[in-house]
């Protein structure tokens, strides 16, 4: 019983190796181009790198209200 279960295991490993073969895959000199591309594109609306201005701020400190 335990040969059939290693044919099984065996079969089951090659099918997850030839999908794995048939996956188009980029070069990583070309994928470097393009993230390069899309943040360079992208880099007037990072507010990472423009900064957010104080009245669109979530995180800004909140003003103390006193009552007199």
Do not use: H, W, Y
């Given at each position: 019983?335990?040969?059939?279960?290693?044919?099984?295991?065996?079969?089951?490993?090659?099918?997850?190796?030839?999908?794995?073969?048939?996956?188009?895959?980029?070069?990583v000199?070309?994928?470097?181009?393009?993230?390069?591309q899309?943040?360079?594109?992208?880099?007037?609306?990072?507010?990472?790198?423009?900064?957010?201005?104080?009245?669109?701020?979530?995180?800004?400190?909140?003003k103390?209200?006193?009552?007199?």
């Open positions: 019983m335990s040969s059939s279960s290693s044919l099984v295991t065996m079969k089951k490993a090659v099918q997850q190796l030839r999908f794995e073969a048939s996956i188009n895959r980029v070069k000199s070309q994928a470097a181009v393009d993230l390069q899309f943040c360079l594109q992208n880099a007037l609306q990072d507010p990472l790198l423009t900064g957010v201005s104080s009245s669109t701020n979530p995180f800004r400190p909140q103390v209200c006193s009552f007199l």
